[in-house]
């Protein structure tokens, strides 16, 4: 199975700062990774797919980039309503795999 | 819009059986790969199980942790969408997810949760 590594497994930021979270993944996943949100009670909610392309209704500040086994996810100027866990997902091989997770808090 | 909505989730004791269901609409059904994914208390996302499409056999695919106790099905005629799991263990206790996707996990249920506890 392929281990995702994501870290930090928490942040803090204050509202308009940039932050970024990295996720490594332990063989070549070839651009097949997704990034998740989740609010407390919530299901998680796709924001990003294929490394760097948005979802629909998924706001710009929201960005990916990587290749081969590093991916990084970003949000610029850090909003409110940004608070939430974040997950990445492989789906290059089955089984796919999350990373542990990131909480994000307001500092 | 795409809804799905599990349901049938409970407490159960160790070593019982559960089925819970996924009913699914506002997509071409038979057409999509349907997934669980499961989060335990205050844990992270685990990938759980996989079935494909008809022009698929039906392929299931499995987590390490559940092979042999769960079993995912599907019935194209009702949208629907299973998860029957046996020989159930205290660290099964998660909120259980439907999911559905295009490559990623697109589509999210609001989650069903299942307690295994004696």
């Known amino acids: 199975d392929i281990q995702m590594t994501q870290s930090p497994p928490s942040l803090s930021a204050s509202l308009g700062d940039k932050v970024t979270i990295t996720c490594q993944a332990s063989?070549?996943?070839?651009?097949?990774i997704a990034w998740y949100q989740q609010k407390p009670g919530k299901a998680p909610r796709l924001l990003i797919r294929?490394?760097?392309t948005l979802e629909s209704g998924t706001p710009s500040r929201f960005s990916g980039s990587g290749s081969g086994r590093d991916y990084s996810f970003s949000i610029s100027n850090v909003e409110s309503e940004d608070i939430a866990s974040y997950y990445c997902?492989?789906?290059?091989?089955?089984?796919?795999?999350f990373g542990a997770g990131t909480k994000l808090e307001l500092k | 819009a795409v809804q799905l909505v599990e349901s049938g989730g409970g407490l159960v004791q160790p070593k019982e059986s559960l089925k819970i269901s996924c009913a699914a609409s506002?997509?071409?059904?038979?057409?999509?790969?349907m997934y669980w994914v499961r989060q335990a208390p205050g844990k992270g996302l685990e990938w759980v199980a996989r079935i494909r499409t008809k022009p698929n056999n039906y392929a299931t695919y499995y987590a390490d942790s559940v092979k042999g106790r769960f079993t995912i099905s599907r019935d194209d005629s009702k949208s629907m969408v299973y998860l029957q799991m046996d020989n159930l263990k205290t660290e099964d206790t998660a909120m259980y997810y439907c999911?559905?996707?295009?490559?990623?996990?697109?589509?999210w249920g609001q989650g069903v949760m299942v307690t295994v506890s004696s």
């Open positions: 997902l492989q789906y290059d091989n089955l089984p796919n795999t």
């Open positions: 999911t559905a996707g295009r490559g990623a996990l697109d589509y």
């Open positions: 506002g997509f071409t059904f038979s057409n999509a790969a």
């Open positions: 063989q070549n996943i070839n651009k097949y």
């Open positions: 294929y490394t760097s």
